[in-house]
């Protein structure tokens, strides 16, 4: 059995942001979909970009 977690959140990631802030931990990964091959490294001027920064 596969463990996932997913959260639909908002799709620019401001909340990832948020997260990461209040917590004081890096995003080392994000999950663009639905399985483990879509997670990404997390990559802060392609944030920058989707968030219009």
Known sequence: MK???KADVDEKG???ISV???T???ILFLGT???YKDLEIFNKEKMIEKLGL
Do not use: D, I, L, R
């Open 3 to 5: 463990k996932k977690s």
């Open 14 to 16: 401001g909340t990832a």
């Open 20 to 22: 990461s802030y209040v």
């Open 24 to 26: 004081k931990k890096p």
């Open 33 to 35: 979909g639905q399985e």
